[in-house]
């Protein structure tokens, strides 16, 4: 699976990070910003979230939850 942000900013954005579960799965410095995940093989739901950051240091993120079926 591939998980998948979008980022826009008024200045440069830096760096989008990918977690999941709060572990970080790593890190994108250019667009298109994706990451690829290799889902656990046990059903469960999972937190996925995108955090990105700007050329002055500033950051926003977005999570979601997701079942693994």
Do not use: R
Not at 33 to 43: C, I, R
Request: no cysteine.
């Amino acid at each position: 699976m591939t998980i998948n942000a979008t980022a826009s900013d008024s200045t440069t954005i830096t760096q989008v990070q990918f977690y999941v579960d709060s572990s970080l799965l790593g890190t994108v410095t250019t667009a298109p910003y994706s990451y690829p995940w290799k889902v656990p093989g046990k059903k469960g739901t999972h937190t996925v979230k995108a955090q990105a950051y700007d050329a002055k240091g500033n950051s926003a993120s977005e999570a979601i939850t997701v079942t693994a079926q």
